[in-house]
Each structure stands twice: as C-alpha cells, then as structure tokens.
C-alpha cells in the first residue's frame, strides 16, 4: 500500500497492514514494528537501524536498555550494566571504574600512573612482574630486591643483609655465599645461629647457639642445663651432658670422670684408638701415650705403646709392648717402672747402681683406722750373677716377717726360707698346714699330735671327715702304721700296719673287716672277709640296673666258674649252679643234696609241708588260691552237693606252670552229711579233663570226720591242655 499527497492525519484505529507487512501496527497494546508482525516493545526494528549519511546517531544523549552488537566510535560519559565484549582497538575514557569481580584478559598496559590503591586484596592469577625491587610504604631504605638475573635479595637500612643467589646458595652478610648456607660477620666479630623454644625462653641467654668466636674459634653452646647430642642414623651416638662430660655409647653415669666410651650389648666394650701414622713403625717407635700432668703440662707419669722388635706385618704380626713410667721424689721426667713385652712377659724395673740393679719389690701399702699404714710385699732378690728368688712378706706389727718363698731352684716354701723339694709346708705345733674351700665348706692339710691327713671341714658346726697318717701306738716314732678315714668327726675305716681294712673297727681281724658293733664271736683264722654286727641285721645287699644280674660267683685254678648263688634279672629267678652236687647241711651233718644229673637226696628227718586252714565252708563253687600252699583244711563241714573247686593262684597256673610240669593239691575238709561232696575242679575257671580214681566222680561224701580230695594237675602243652588225676578219700 502507497500514501500520496495526504491532507490530514491518517488514521490507524482499526489497524494497518497484513500479514507478512513490512510495518506492523498493535493498537491494544500501543506497539509499533517495523520488519516484524509481533512486536514486543514500543517500538521494535528487526535485526538493525541503518542510518545513511553520518557515521552515527547524534542526536541521541542516553541509552537505556540492553545494546547488543557492535559499537565504532568513541563513547563518552557513564556506562552502566553489562558489557557483552568490546574488540578493536576503542579509547575508553573512565572516570571511575567499578566492578565486584573485573576480569583482564591479555597484557593491561597502563601509562603515566603515579600509585595504584587498593583498598583490599590485589590478587594476579599469573605472574607479577616487578622491574627492581619491593619497598616499604614510608621506609624506602627497606626492600625485597632482585638485583640481576636468578638472584633475591633483602635489605634493610640500606644494606643488603641476605641473598640466596642463582646457584640456589643462601648468604647472610655476604653477597658471595660460598656454601648452600653462608653466614658473615664483620672482622673478629662473633657470629652466631641462634636456636630456642617456648620451653628453653627466647633470650640471648637461652637455647642453644651455633658461633665463629670473636678469637676465630668454633663454637657450639648449650645454654641450657641439658645435655648436647650427637646422632648418626636416627640414633645417637655421643653426648656431652650438663656437667660437661663426654659420653659415647650411653646417655648417663655415676662415676664422676670427664669421659665415659660404652661399647654396645653385642658389641666387643667400650673402647679407644691411639694410632701412630705410619704402616710399618720401626723397632722401638712408639705408637701413642697417654700422659697425666698438673696444669702445666709437665709429663708426671705416662703409659706408652711401642714396637718389641719381631716382624711388623700390618694386620698379622705386630710384636709390641706396654711401657709405665713415673716421677720420683726429687726427679723432674718420668722413669719406666714396669713393662709388659710383646711375649706377654710382666717386667718389674729395680733400683738401678751403675750397671747393678738391686732388688725389685712390689710394695702393697694399707691403712688401718688409726691411718698407720699395715704393709705387704713381694721381693725379687738377687742371689747370684744370675740366679734370684722370690720372697713374699706380710706384717703382724709393723716390720716385714716371711711368709712364703720360692727359690732359685725353683723350690717352693711356706713356714721355710730354705725348701729343699718343690713344696714344703711348716708349722709350729698342731693345727692346719693348708687350706682351701668356699664359703663355709673347706679342705685342709692339717697336722694333729702324732698324725697328718687331709680333713674336709663344716665351719658352720665343725663337722669334718677326711683321712688321716698316724701313729696310732703313739710311740713318738716317725713310723706311721696306720691310715684312717673319719666322717663327721668320727672314724669310719683303717687300715692297719697289716695290711687289713676295718670299716667301723679299729682293730680288723682279717684283711676286710665289715663291723656295726661287736657280735662278741671268735675270728676264723681262715676268712679273709668279716661281717660282724651287734644287732640281729646283718645283710649283704646287691643293688644293680634292672638290666644286670647280681650275685655270687666261685672260682679256682680250673675255672672261672665254679660255683654260682645269682638274681637272674631276666626271669626274676634265684639260681644256685655248681659243677657238681649241691650240699646243704646242719649241724656239720648233710641233710638234703641235689646231684649233678637233677636228683633230690633227702637225709633222715621230718618232712614238713604247710597247712592253710580255712573256717568258711565249702559249697557249690570255691577259690583255692596256690600263693596260699598246696595242702587246705577247711573245719568248717562241706556245704552242698555237687561242688566245684576253682584253683587259682596270682600268677595264674599257666604261668607258674610250663609245659610238663605239675603240682598236686590236697584238700581236707569236714563233713557231717553224705549228701555233701566235692566231684570237679576248674583250673582259673577253665574246666579240664579230669580222671578220677575209680573211673567216676564221687556221687556222695562221708558222713562224719573228713573226707580228702587230692588232684595232680599236669600242664601238657603251652595251649594249655590240663591232665588232672583226682582221687577221694570218705573220712567213714
């Protein structure tokens, strides 16, 4: 649609335009668009607003609402809100700029800018470059520099007072460190690193100090009353503690001394190397001393090392000895006194005349309580060119007497200053020679009147046993007859000037004399061995492993064997062996013989076997225990019919009995009725075969008296089979 040559205002109440129309008017909501069919403000133009012929909209003094797009030109005054991007390169001109969170992206270059101030914070998100230094607001003389390339430094005053330079060392009062961490003074000034804690307080005075002295000497100071550590791996190794002490390998001690070298539970002890540096000393080079001197310095005494001559093979053969040496009264240096040599050798050095020297004394000097001193010595005495002895003295006063001598023979004595044999012990009177022991038990060479032993002594009650050599006829000859053997103070053997041994007699009879007190018999001029008591034991007892046999044996000239009494172990038997017959006799006069082919002979004489008697009846079925005897006699009258007899023994019958062997049984007991009658036996409830006499077993007992059983039992097998033979006997 086209408007020309109007005359009066148009009118658009009902609406103007179509769809798709390039002007668009919304009546209902007062809107007008321009290139679109749906405006949405008062006035919306599509996408853009072109205006030809200038270079931009000049007649426009504000803006509001959101501007999207580009902007050209310059833009002058307040802007407020959100700005989506500016690119080129625009002047902005800013009176204030004002943001929470303003963010640069790129280089921000500012010229002509005398102070940035910040209020807050200023936080870079990379780096800050900084052309010399940081100072301080108001104190200029004070500042953080980086004075050339990869190096820091800070200053104060003025000066330059630490750097850390581009080797990554650190300096303090140098601007050249030398090490990792270099600190300066000025000339024989002290210089310290000074260390303390909250507990140690933060003075001058506390802590501990780490300094170059003001004389150029080192310093380490704990100023603290604590000890001062030294560690190697983790652990530590030395301290020197609070009262100045040097302490290696323990962190305390109670001995009063200026070190203490403590060597490790599995280790070889404390310990200290003096070295000589060189590989192969020469023969009599020393290899280090150990001097002791007042506080000038003056050697008073020492203890040295040198070479002993030999071959010096380091590590292998290193020949050396132990020089000590004092001062005498009067005398200025020290003079060896003894040496140990490379061969072990103990060396005493005596007082020396010219070429002579005379004795050599080890002298032990003690104090009693009035402070006089009680002496002892051991003197080395010259008895020839080459030839000497050693003397040993005690006091009892106060002057040397001796006590023990050894001399150049080698001779040894004691209570003699003149032993003739290698051991001479003297005393005057009775009593003890020597003595050794412990505690309160003792060993002592003793000599009592006529006699001379060896005795072992309780001191706690005087108990002794020993030996003694004596006279016992104290004839005051020098002939000593006997030997005897005491315990606990009494004598227990001897053995005579005969040769004869008595063992609690002092007067054997024979060569062995066994007495508990006197029987009051005669001797026998032909036994050798006696065993005599007053009391009615008198045993010889065999005690051996349960292993061995035990017993007694007889031999001659024909044989070891003759005749043997033995406990055989093995079959827990008593054996009795002869070469020929076995005697036993009474009275002088044979009464039994067991011949050599296994016969009895028994002599005129009763014959008595044992009887057990029973009162308990007899009935139905009974034990009979052999330990008890072969022969029975029950007082009681039978009881029953038909009864049964069980024999038995502990043992039991197959074992007391072996293949072939038998024992009878007897068996007498009353009766007083015929209805009451024994007719088997069962052998440890076992029941044999058995034969009776007659060819049947009893049907009935006697009627009064006694009635007898008898059974012979004979194993004849190890099965076992039982032959039983049995018999009864009516008492009427």
């Not at 000895?321 to 005498?328: D, I, N, Q, Y």
């Not at 051991?423 to 002592?444: M, N, Q």
């Not at 139905?620 to 330990?627: A, E, F, G």
Request: proline share 2%.
């Amino acid at each position: 649609m086209a408007i020309t040559n109007a005359s009066r205002v148009a009118d658009f109440g009902s609406g103007i335009g179509t769809e798709g129309a390039v002007l668009q008017v919304d009546n209902t909501n007062n809107r007008l668009g321009i290139g679109t069919t749906n405006p949405q403000a008062m006035l919306q133009v599509g996408t853009a607003v072109t205006v030809h012929g200038n270079s931009g909209i000049v007649s426009a003094t504000t803006f509001t609402g959101a501007l999207t797009g580009d902007v050209t030109g310059d833009v002058t005054g307040n802007a407020s809100g959100t700005a989506g991007g500016l690119s080129g390169t625009p002047n902005i001109t800013i009176n204030n700029l004002v943001g929470v969170a303003a963010t640069f992206s790129g280089v921000v270059t500012y010229e002509d800018v005398t102070n940035i101030d910040s209020v807050g914070i200023i936080t870079a998100q990379s780096d800050v470059s900084i052309a010399d230094k940081i100072i301080h607001t108001g104190d200029t003389n004070t500042a953080i520099r980086f004075p050339s390339a990869d190096t820091f430094t800070v200053e104060t005053d003025g000066s330059e007072r630490l750097r850390i330079d581009s080797t990554g060392k650190f300096g303090i009062g140098t601007a050249s460190p030398a090490r990792n961490l270099h600190i300066n003074g000025t000339d024989s000034d002290t210089v310290q690193v000074h260390l303390t804690n909250s507990t140690t307080g933060g003075t001058s005075n506390d802590g501990f100090s780490l300094a170059l002295g003001s004389d150029e000497s080192g310093i380490l100071n704990m100023r603290e009353a604590n000890p001062m550590r030294f560690l190697t791996s983790d652990t530590e190794a030395m301290r020197i503690d609070s009262s100045g002490r040097l302490l290696a390998g323990t962190t305390s001690s109670s001995i009063a001394t200026r070190a203490v070298f403590q060597g490790s539970a599995g280790g070889t002890g404390g310990s200290i190397l003096i070295a000589r540096d060189q590989a192969t000393p020469g023969d009599g080079s020393a290899l280090g001393s150990i001097f002791f001197t007042a506080s000038n310095h003056s050697q008073a005494a020492r203890i040295s090392s040198a070479r002993d001559g030999g071959t010096w093979t380091a590590g292998s053969s290193q020949p050396s000895r132990l020089e000590f040496s004092t001062t005498a009264d009067g005398a200025s240096s020290p003079t060896e006194r003894m040496r140990i040599d490379s061969s072990g050798q103990l060396i005493l050095s005596g007082t020396r005349s010219g070429n002579s020297v005379t004795d050599s004394i080890i002298n032990f000097n003690i104090l009693n309580s009035n402070g006089d001193q009680k002496k002892a010595e051991i003197k080395a005495v010259k008895t020839g060119d080459v030839s000497s002895e050693l003397i040993f003295s005690t006091t009892a006063t106060h002057s040397f007497a001796e006590r023990m001598r050894i001399n150049s023979s080698g001779n040894l004595g004691i209570g003699t200053d003149s032993p003739g044999c290698k051991l001479e012990v003297y005393r005057t009177g009775s009593g003890t020679c020597t003595k050794f022991g412990k505690d309160s038990i003792h060993g002592e060479f003793t000599v009592d009147g006529e006699r001379v032993g060896f005795i072992g002594n309780r001191s706690s009650d005087n108990k002794k046993s020993g030996f003694y050599i004596e006279n016992p006829a104290n004839t005051g000859t020098s002939n000593f007859e006997a030997l005897t053997f005491r315990t606990v103070n009494d004598e227990r053997m001897r053995i005579d000037s005969s040769g004869n041994v008595g063992v609690g007699t002092i007067t054997p009879e024979d060569l062995l004399h066994l007495q508990s007190g006197s029987s009051g018999a005669s001797s026998v001029g032909a036994a050798q061995l006696v065993l005599e008591s007053s009391g009615s034991a008198n045993w010889v007892h065999f005690k051996n492993p349960n292993t061995q046999n035990a017993g007694l044996m007889w031999s001659d000239a024909d044989a070891t064997e003759k005749a043997v009494i033995m406990y055989n172990h093995n079959t827990d038997d008593m054996e009795i062996k002869a070469d020929d017959d076995i005697y036993v006799k009474t009275a002088d006069t044979e009464r039994m013989r067991i011949t050599s082919n296994a016969g009895i002979l028994l002599s005129n004489g009763i014959l008595v076997e044992h009887c057990k008697i029973v009162s308990t009846a007899w009935s139905t079925t009974n034990d009979i225990s052999l330990d008890d005897g072969n022969v029975f006699l029950n007082t009681a009258n039978l009881a029953g019919t038909n009864n049964t007899i069980d024999i038995t023994s502990s043992n039991g019958l197959n074992v007391d009995l072996a293949a072939g062997d038998m024992t009878s049984v007897t068996l007498i007991t009353a009766v007083n009725a015929t209805t009451a009658f024994i007719n088997s036996i069962t052998i440890a409830a076992a029941t044999p075969t058995i034969s009776w006499v007659g060819g049947s077993a009893p049907t009935d007992g006697g009627g009064s008296g006694y009635d007898v059983y008898t059974f012979t039992i004979i194993k004849e097998d190890a099965t076992p089979t039982w032959v039983v033979i049995a018999n009864q006997v009516k008492g009427s």
